[in-house]
């Protein structure tokens, strides 16, 4: 098996890691720099809980190698944050009782910045769709995708 | 000041915000995967039958024990005690035989995941193939070869009937009245065999478990688990472990659904650490092996009969249930005594026979499920009633609204049941559905209908299933409430803080609840299952909130030389309504009130401790199911959909669907409408797209790419939902539980609905869009 | 019994300087190296057990395959390693090429999009490929380095069965060329799946059509996903449509034509009959989609 020296950005910070050649960037993010927020629920790309931003784009983090990350700039649920305020995404999932478990939590938010990042005044449909990769068990997603709804709005018009 | 301002606040009926909430969007809550357990930690792989029914004639791991890194291999003859929650009949690892494909034979346990695994491949197992028993039915036949020839040596409660020497592990009747004098008075009858396929529960975070053992006796499991205390008592009597010297912590977790109650995997990396002390060995699930190697909801194959009179007042019902309980039926026994005294269904029906029967087969192993077989009755009693309805000329909500049950009636199992809200229930759905108006479908090729069905379910427990709460006042006014009982996202901290504060009369900000569940710490919980937290901890949270307040009154009462009848505690405040004097409970609370002129000390650090444990249900009698009392009590309510059906290609879009539910007292409104909603479309998937293909005795889809849940795109954009209070008198405020219930009805009322849009009675779920589109192409509805 | 590893098994991750090197090493290594572009398929096959690969090599950094360009004479070409959100979000592919934007939208989800690339879907021939209907019907060429350097290699024969292509050890498919689409053709995807996105096709219909000299005024072209080894042209349906003026009649003369003319089978997703029926229905729907649209 091969190893590797990465250096690559993670929510903000330089960091330097030995790997593997099959470790994933998932296991990479979990077992290597302890940011446990990324969860692992399917190890095959269907599922959504391990969803990070990869150079701004939402990715399955189980379907990236790390080795790929070099030079790479990683967000993580852990950096939506930004100087202690919470992120509008964040904010709004708590206010409107989108949150049961918990576990798919990270994934979804991952997936509504990178879709108000691309696309700030997503209609529903587009929501839905651009959620439809993060599977939830528990709240039955219409809570989510109108917590989303609402933080482009907030977002919309603090830009304005 | 604070304390006229409190008076008339009341934290509970408020939609406060979860307790849990803020660490859990920040990314860190801990799960169980989450801890770290450093250099020491070993992983833990197993080797699986990949036979559904066979002998054990050798087990060979020289092999893999020269794999560098490999430490240690258990199997079967190591380990030669029962495991099991209802019906001891299970091994930790199969012994002399497997019976279903996916069981554990040995396990592995190395340095490494990959090493694991790599030895796997390094164990020989020789197997003598068995005839497999795929079909409940058949399995509870003559003919069928026995899966578990020492039956009637496995331990058992007094409520669970194995039929000794046959495939049949539970055999529960009712009989109640007369049918065969019933039916030739029935102006209709209607009869109708309904199949449900097994399901999974898929929460998702998979099963993860770590155990540790150490020199001294103490062993430790960490799990993603909903039944700690359940775990540590079976694991404990299992493995010959003081349950003292045994301690399960339960991190939050990441969905349970009921896969997580009871003991399954956990008991592996238990065995594993008995043997290789020192080190905490980890077991964690990959996402097939959930699919297959855990409880499924059983399948069920159910047969009813039901009649009545020319005015639609219903007079008998037979109904049959044969449940594919799978290979071990530990836990699922009870499913199917649940299945048997709820086989009326929400019905007032003064004529009744009931065989549910609970059978081995070597499919997957059944187990508790959101709804505990309700889900899969309904699915049967909620279609046959539409049926019936149609059948006698009645209009389906009035049909409803006559035979539903009411308080007072007495149920099929004798008991009388108390005061329900069901007819307001339907009443609303009815209303907001706007059933019985005809709506045009959005475009030609779509066909347009609604469609309803009732649901009841009881908490399934043992009759004596208990509760215990300590709530710890701290000096500077805030409040630790210790429970048992676990957080699944289900929100039961924060119902259980609000129960404190208002029983004990402080801020609900003041109050936390908090896990891990630890069972060193915490006091007693029985399992987190049942919809039975709200209110069973609920009254165990309530009792030790007014034992701690009582032991503050005592305290202020002989400082203030007042009858502790006349003083309150508010806001914090423990005000007298004689005198009007208050003093705040932070200042004593932990270390006391000096008495006058430094004449030393009264009171101390103030624990509240209390209990609850239902000691009023009865037996029931194991030829006629007759008894007092079979259940604590019902949560009842009504579930409805307005759906579209393209007629291009069977598939059903859901335009809108209504819940109602009589929840007693709602402690936080909010989230019990996140419990209805959420209940619904896990329903409604289990409707659509689930069921775990079953060839062979092997399952087919065991992973995402073929085993289809809901996603966002695929639910209704809008869902209402209503909170019905009729209030629960051995409740805390009058609650009962909701956690399963918005799951029982959506399979029925989506065959309604269905049926309701082309005049196609499609009986047996999953309603895929093919299976819809070939019934529509066989009745010539399209072509 | 269908029981992958946790995680990938030991493996080397090898990222070559240059085309030729890379060539060479899987033509080294051949049946145990893959060559390594999204690997959204790559990376499930292995921890399946399915692929038994020792080596994956990324060639996403090799020249030109992360590029994507569009030229209004000689049309469009697209980078191994340009992900399919990238295409589907470019003005000149919204523009010129709008099946193929469809057709990516219908992939999977939108974070496995991030990484899934057209010539990946093309390269591992499942006969379900959403992406693999357009490409053909806009004319695609596959352009490969392969051990005697470049050649274009047009999809037509291309698949072989599933997960079969003519693709050889030590071939790198480098990107795909598509030459101008004519500004008034009209090309759907339609797609059935179990869910209403996300999922793998029951039955995936691709049809276009363009401006000819034919009794209608038109060429039409139909794919089909999932009913077949490998990606089904209807060629029943188009010499029906080819020959005759277009009506209702004639578009349910042509879809029948093409239920008749597949065979496909049962699986988890769908039954073979479930499945003909969705041709025919989803071909005739695509048909009056992009019959009504070439006539505004």
Redo the contacts between chains.
């Keep these: 098996?091969?190893y590797?020296r990465i250096t690559l950005k993670v929510n903000g910070s330089l960091e330097v890691v030995d790997i593997?050649?099959?470790?994933?960037l998932l296991?990479m993010l979990?077992e290597k720099l302890?940011?446990?927020?990324?969860?692992?629920?399917?190890?095959?790309?269907?599922?959504?809980?391990c969803?990070v931003l990869?150079n701004g784009?939402?990715?399955?983090s189980?379907?990236?190698?790390a080795?790929?990350c070099d030079g790479a700039e990683i967000i993580?649920?852990?950096g939506?944050?930004k100087n202690g305020e919470?992120d509008v995404v964040?904010k709004t999932?708590?206010?409107l009782?989108a949150?049961?478990?918990?576990?798919?939590?990270?994934g979804v938010?991952i997936?509504a910045r990178?879709?108000l990042n691309?696309n700030p005044h997503p209609t529903?449909f587009e929501?839905?769709?651009?959620?439809?990769?993060?599977?939830?068990?528990?709240?039955?997603?219409?809570?989510?995708?109108e917590a989303v709804k609402v933080a482009a709005e907030i977002e919309g018009q603090e830009g304005a | 000041m604070a304390i006229a301002q409190a008076s008339t606040s009341s934290v509970v009926g408020k939609s406060v915000k979860r307790i849990d909430v803020q660490e859990k969007v920040t990314g860190a809550a801990q799960y169980t995967d989450d801890i770290a357990f450093g250099n020491a930690l070993h992983h833990c792989r197993v080797k699986r039958s990949p036979h559904p029914h066979a002998l054990i004639k050798k087990i060979n791991y020289d092999k893999a024990l020269l794999i560098p890194g490999v430490k240690l291999v258990v199997t079967g003859e190591d380990f030669p005690e029962y495991v099991g929650l209802y019906l001891q009949d299970r091994n930790i690892f199969a012994r002399d035989r497997v019976r279903f494909v996916g069981e554990g034979v040995a396990a592995v346990v190395a340095s490494t995941e990959e090493i694991a695994e790599k030895a796997l491949d390094a164990i020989d197992v020789e197997y003598e193939l068995l005839q497999p028993v795929l079909d409940p039915e058949f399995g509870a036949s003559k003919e069928a070869p026995i899966i578990h020839p020492d039956l009637e040596k496995y331990e058992h409660p007094n409520f669970i009937f194995p039929v000794n020497g046959t495939n049949m592990a539970n055999h529960f009747k009712i009989r109640k009245g007369d049918t065969e004098a019933a039916w030739p008075q029935c102006a209709a009858i209607v009869e109708h065999t309904f199949r449900i396929p097994q399901v999974q529960h898929v929460p998702i975070e998979p099963h993860v478990a770590i155990a540790k053992a150490e020199e001294n006796g103490q062993v430790t499991l960490w799990a993603s688990t909903q039944s700690p205390f359940a775990q540590r008592a079976l694991l404990a009597k299992s493995l010959h472990i003081p349950e003292s010297d045994f301690r399960v912590i339960a991190p939050l977790i990441g969905g349970g659904f009921g896969c997580k109650a009871g003991v399954t995997m956990e008991a592996i990396p238990v065995a594993a650490a008995l043997k290789l002390k020192g080190v905490p060995i980890k077991l964690l699930l990959t996402r097939e092996e959930e699919f297959y190697t855990n409880f499924v909801r059983q399948g069920l194959v159910i047969k009813l009969k039901v009649g009545c009179d020319k005015d639609g007042n219903l007079l008998a019902m037979e109904n049959t249930m044969y449940w594919d309980g799978g290979a071990y039926t530990e836990y699922g026994v009870n499913v199917t005594r649940a299945g048997g005294y709820s086989s009326t269904g929400p019905y007032d029906i003064p004529n009744m026979r009931t065989d549910s029967i609970c059978v081995y087969t070597n499919h997957p192993v059944g187990g508790a499920y959101r709804g505990f077989g309700m889900a899969e009755l309904h699915t049967g009693v909620g279609q046959i009633m539409d049926m019936l309805a149609d059948k006698i000329g009645m209009d389906r909500t009035e049909f409803h609204l006559r035979n539903c049950v009411r308080g007072g009636d007495v149920l099929a199992t004798g008991m009388v049941i108390h005061e329900v809200g069901l007819p307001e229930c339907i009443d609303k759905v009815a209303r907001a559905l706007k059933l019985g108006e005809k709506e045009a479908p959005s475009a030609p090729n779509k066909l347009r209908g609604k469609g309803i069905a009732l649901a009841w379910k009881a908490p399934a427990m043992p009759p004596n299933a208990g509760s215990s709460a300590l709530v710890k006042m701290n000096a500077d006014g805030t409040v630790n409430v210790s429970v048992g009982g676990q957080e699944l996202g289900q929100g039961t901290f924060t119902a259980m803080a609000q129960i404190a504060a208002e029983s004990l009369g402080v801020p609900y900000e003041a109050v936390k609840v908090l896990g891990p569940i630890d069972t060193r710490y915490s006091p007693y919980e029985w399992q987190t299952v049942a919809s039975r937290l709200t209110w069973s901890m609920g009254n165990a949270v309530r009792n030790a909130a007014l034992d701690a307040k009582k032991k503050i009154l005592d305290i202020v009462a002989e400082a203030w030389n007042e009858k502790p009848e006349d003083l309150d505690i508010k806001d914090g405040y423990v005000i007298s309504y004689k005198t009007e004097e208050s003093i705040e409970i932070k200042d004593f609370v932990v270390y006391g009130l000096p008495k006058a002129d430094d004449q030393g000390w009264l009171g101390g650090p103030i624990v509240g401790a209390g209990s609850f444990m239902p000691t009023y249900v009865t037996g029931l009698d194991a030829e006629t199911g007759q008894g007092e009392r079979a259940v604590v009590h019902y949560t009842t309510g009504a579930q409805g959909l307005d759906i579209e059906i393209d007629k291009d290609t069977g598939r059903i879009t859901v335009l809108y669907a209504a819940s109602a539910f009589d929840v007693g007292k709602a402690i936080n409104p909010d989230m019990v409408r996140q419990q209805m909603e959420g209940g619904f479309v896990q329903g409604l998937s289990s409707a659509m797209f689930e069921e775990c293909q079953l060839v062979g005795g092997e399952m087919r889809n065991p992973s995402f790419v073929d085993y289809r849940i809901a996603t966002a795109i695929d639910v209704p954009e809008k869902i209402d939902t209503f909170i019905v209070e009729t209030a629960q008198d051995d409740g805390p405020f009058g609650a009962r539980g909701i956690g399963e219930h918005p799951l029982v009805p959506v399979i029925a009322a989506l065959a309604n609905a269905i049926y309701d849009a082309t005049g196609v009675r499609i009986t047996n779920p999953p309603f895929s869009a093919e299976k819809i589109y070939m019934a529509l192409l066989e009745a010539g509805v399209v072509n | 019994m269908h029981n992958p590893h946790p995680g990938l098994p030991e493996l080397d991750y090898v990222k070559p300087a240059s085309l030729e090197e890379a060539s060479r090493f899987l033509v080294e290594h051949a049946g145990e190296a893959r060559p390594f572009l999204g690997g959204t398929d790559c990376i499930v096959r292995i921890r399946d057990g399915a692929w038994t690969a020792k080596y994956m090599v990324d060639v996403k950094g090799l020249e030109g395959m992360k590029d994507l360009s569009f030229d209004p004479q000689k049309g469009l070409t697209i980078g191994a390693a340009v992900p399919m959100n990238k295409v589907a979000a470019d003005p000149a592919v919204q523009q010129h090429y709008p099946g193929l934007v469809e057709a990516c939208h219908w992939v999977a989800s939108y974070q496995l999009r991030s990484r899934a690339t057209i010539v990946g879907n093309i390269c591992n021939a499942s006969p379900a490929g959403d992406t693999i209907g357009a490409s053909i019907l806009y004319g695609g060429v596959l352009r490969v380095f392969g051990p005697q350097g470049f050649r274009e290699v047009p999809l037509d024969g291309f698949f072989k069965g599933p997960g079969k292509t003519t693709l050889q050890p030590g071939d790198i498919a480098a990107s795909i060329s598509f030459p101008l689409s004519h500004p008034q053709h009209a090309c759907r995807y339609l797609k059935l799946g179990r869910n209403k996105l996300g999922d793998l096709a029951i039955v995936g219909v691709t049809v276009m059509a363009v401006p000819a000299r034919t009794p209608s005024g038109y060429h039409f072209g139909i794919v089909l996903a999932s009913v077949a080894p490998v990606p089904l042209r209807a060629a029943a349906a188009e010499a029906i449509l080819e020959s005759k003026e277009i009506d209702e009649a004639v578009i349910a003369e042509a879809a029948q034509a093409a239920m008749d003319g597949c065979k496909p089978i049962n699986d988890t997703r769908g039954g073979a009959a479930y499945r003909k029926q969705m041709v025919r229905n989803l071909t005739r729907n695509g048909l009056m989609d992009v019959w009504t649209k070439v006539r505004k």
Excluded: W
Aim: net charge negative.
């Design positions: 098996m091969s590797h593997s050649g099959n470790m994933t296991q979990r302890a940011l446990t927020g990324t969860k692992n629920g399917c190890a095959s790309g269907e599922c959504g809980a969803t990869m784009d939402a990715v399955n189980c379907m990236v190698l080795a790929e993580t649920v852990e939506l944050a919470m964040q999932l708590v206010d009782g949150v049961q478990c918990g576990f798919c939590t990270p938010l997936s990178a879709l691309r529903e929501i839905r769709d651009a959620l439809s990769g993060n599977l939830c068990r528990c709240t039955g997603y219409n809570r989510i995708v």
